[in-house]
């Protein structure tokens, strides 16, 4: 079952058609949740960055010449 089968799931993807093996309404409603997922997962990194964000820098001592 290659990208030529009609039938076919990857046969589907390559035409750029839906049908019976490649429903759209599923389709869509998976790419909705992982979209609310990643919104999800953004938000929690933008938390964790302002505590670094919050935490002072190390400063080095320079070397007396």
């Given at each position: 079952m290659g990208k030529g089968d009609?039938?076919?799931?990857?046969?589907?993807?390559?035409?750029?058609?839906?049908?019976n093996s490649r429903r759209k309404r599923t389709i869509?409603?998976?790419?909705?949740?992982v979209s609310s997922k990643k919104t999800e997962e953004v938000s929690a990194v933008s938390?964790?960055?302002?505590?670094?964000a919050a935490k002072?820098?190390?400063?080095?001592?320079?070397?007396?010449?």
């Open positions: 009609k039938k076919s799931k990857k046969g589907k993807i390559w035409r750029d058609s839906y049908g869509k409603a998976r790419l909705k949740r938390a964790t960055t302002e505590v670094a002072p820098k190390r400063v080095t001592k320079k070397k007396d010449a």
